[in-house]
């Protein structure tokens, strides 16, 4: 099987993008960003060769809650969806716990 997986799909190497984004809650202790635009998207499948490229909607958010004033809890999603396929796209989500000690 290539590097491509069951369906095909792989996670771009490169991403390319232009947008605009805000924060919608703006507090002390938490934070909540969106954002969104266009983007260009590049993969390059190295077992084959072969190489795709294509013009995307970037769209995503982040949340930063300040539980504590040593703890902290972070998240970031983020989707791409190619323009003539919209029911292609890559999901990332991130999530993390901070402490400073």
């Known amino acids: 099987m290539d590097n491509k997986g069951a369906l095909g799909l792989r996670?771009?190497?490169?991403?390319?993008?232009?947008?605009?984004?805000c924060k919608v809650i703006d507090r002390k202790t938490v934070v909540l960003a969106l954002d969104?635009?266009?983007?260009?998207?590049?993969?390059?499948?190295?077992?084959?060769?072969?190489?795709?490229?294509?013009?995307?909607?970037?769209g995503?958010?982040?949340l930063v809650w300040k539980?504590?004033?040593?703890?902290e809890f972070n998240e970031k999603v983020?989707?791409?969806t190619e323009l003539s396929d919209l029911g292609r796209f890559f999901l990332r989500?991130?999530?993390?716990?901070?402490?400073?000690?």
């Open 11 to 21: 996670e771009p190497d490169f991403v390319s993008s232009v947008g605009a984004g």
């Open 36 to 58: 969104g635009g266009f983007a260009e998207v590049f993969t390059k499948y190295h077992d084959t060769g072969e190489s795709t490229a294509y013009a995307a909607l970037k």
């Open 60 to 62: 995503g958010g982040g």
């Open 67 to 71: 539980i504590s004033e040593t703890a």
């Open 78 to 80: 983020e989707l791409i």
């Open 93 to 101: 989500l991130e999530a993390g716990l901070t402490r400073k000690f």
